[in-house]
Antibody, heavy 117, light 107 residues
Framework: EVQLLESGGGLVQPGGSLRLSCTASGFRFSAYWMHWVRQVPGKGLVWVSRIYSDGSATNYADFVEGRFIISRDNAKNRLYMQMDSLRADDTAVYYC??????????WGQGTMVTVSS | DIRLTQSPSSLSASVGDRVTITCRASQSINTWLAWYQQRPGKAPKFLVYNTSYLENGVPSRFSGSGSGTEFTLTINSLQPDDSATYHCQHWIGFLWTFGQGTKLEIK
């Protein structure tokens, strides 16, 4: 079964850091672009970041550029997001997502990140 | 940047009805337009890609169409479990953009 499982979310103070992880199974992880997409509960979906299949290139939404770093370990079938200088408006559910055919065809269950003092 | 605006923001329909959700782009876009279904408390589900191609396993009651600045998702013969929020999404280059979502309630 194709699956993505996120972990690492939680409560963090403004200015703090958090590292999200995502473990992939059931498909050839190294063949796909991978993304993080976030969603404030009750609001719309927002793309955050993308990493090439071999990790050679990354892209970020403007609102996280310079604060978040996406990475991957293809040997471990894992995707990561290092989130620094967190702000209250980073509070959201973060989804690990597989990219394919111009969209996002496999989603994890999401991990909640709450930035609050 | 391209903005996607969905209409309506919410709608209510009955079992057996046909509904159409529209996604309008702020400028003419390519055909890399996708649709997702998101049930409450769940992750989104990939329904349609490249404007009109159904993902494997998606019932043929769902269909997508459009070009330029206007794209639509049509659901025929509504079923109770179609109750969800539907999101459109576009890709070009290094940008992935979502609409704000349309909440569909089944009466």
């Amino acid at each position: 079964e194709v699956q993505l499982l996120e972990s690492g979310g939680g409560l963090v103070q403004p200015g703090g850091s958090l590292r999200l992880s995502c473990t992939a199974s059931g498909f050839r992880f190294s063949a796909y672009w991978m993304h993080w997409v976030r969603q404030v509960p009750g609001k719309g979906l927002v793309w955050v970041s993308r990493i090439y299949s071999d990790g050679s290139a990354t892209n970020y939404a403007d609102f996280v550029e310079g604060r978040f770093i996406i990475s991957r370990d293809n040997a471990k079938n894992r995707l990561y997001m290092q989130m620094d200088s967190l702000r209250a408006d980073d509070t959201a559910v973060y989804y690990c997502v597989r990219g394919d055919r111009g969209g996002f065809d496999v989603w994890g269950q999401g991990t909640m990140v709450t930035v609050s003092s | 940047d391209i903005r996607l605006t969905q209409s309506p923001s919410s709608l209510s329909a009955s079992v057996g009805d046909r509904v159409t959700i529209t996604c309008r782009a702020s400028q003419s876009i390519n055909t890399w337009l996708a649709w997702y279904q998101q049930r409450p408390g769940k992750a989104p589900k990939f329904l349609v890609y490249n404007t009109s191609y159904l993902e494997n396993g998606v019932p043929s009651r769902f269909s997508g169409s459009g070009s330029g600045t206007e794209f639509t998702l049509t659901i025929n013969s509504l079923q109770p479990d179609d109750s969800a929020t539907y999101h459109c999404q576009h890709w070009i280059g290094f940008l992935w953009t979502f609409g704000q979502g349309t909440k569909l309630e089944i009466k």
